[in-house]
């Protein structure tokens, strides 16, 4: 290997080491408390190479759910091979489901409340959101390609993702469960509307 493959191997090492800390930080403690520092240490990896391949929390946190994000929609769409549309709609929103349940994706409520006030971390937050809701909606196309066909399947996604998401985020509040649909219900609505 070259002295330039063996850098971009390097390099690609530790940005990998990197988003995994991130990614199981952000799962165990939430954004507030997972640090740069906390996060070069569990990767293995000075503090000058963390700030050198992420110069702040934001764009280190925005890298890590990305690249949960993208795990999560490459093997979804490993998934969605086999069975009818109907049941691969299904399991393309029950995997939804579970994703938005997994403890890192806790944070994208964070970052949404902190997008309030915060213009960087809006940015970051709404280009993440926007880039992973049109990968599902172009995983959810190729699944299901005769749904996908028909007028109103892009807003029947959007808005199945929509809520999949905030009960996710509501049902983390003790008490909340009767307020919020179910995964049948935001399947039922779903097929309803490709239907």
């Not at 000058?48 to 949960?68: E, S």
């Not at 349940?101 to 280009?127: C, I, M, N, Q, Y």
């Amino acid at each position: 290997m070259t002295t330039t493959g063996s850098r971009s191997a390097q390099r690609a090492a530790t940005i990998d080491a990197l988003l995994d800390a991130t990614i199981d930080s952000l799962g165990r403690v939430g954004f507030a408390a997972t640090t740069t520092r906390g996060v070069a240490r569990a990767a293995g990896v000075s503090q000058g190479a963390q700030q050198h391949h992420f110069p702040t929390k934001a764009a280190l946190v925005d890298a890590a759910i990305n690249r949960a994000a993208q795990r999560l929609l490459d093997e979804v769409a490993v998934r969605l091979t086999a069975g009818t549309e109907r049941e691969r709609a299904r399991m393309l929103l029950q995997h939804l489901w579970d994703a938005y349940h997994l403890p890192v994706f806790a944070v994208v409520a964070e970052l949404v409340s902190l997008g309030r006030t915060d213009p960087d971390t809006a940015a970051k937050t709404a280009a993440t959101l926007t880039a992973v809701t049109d990968g599902v909606v172009a995983t959810a196309s190729e699944a299901l390609p005769t749904y996908a066909s028909r007028p109103g399947f892009r807003p029947a996604v959007l808005l199945a993702v929509a809520a999949i998401r905030d009960t996710a985020a509501v049902d983390r509040v003790p008490g909340t469960q009767a307020a919020l649909p179910t995964l049948d219900d935001v399947v039922e609505a779903f097929l309803r509307a490709v239907d």
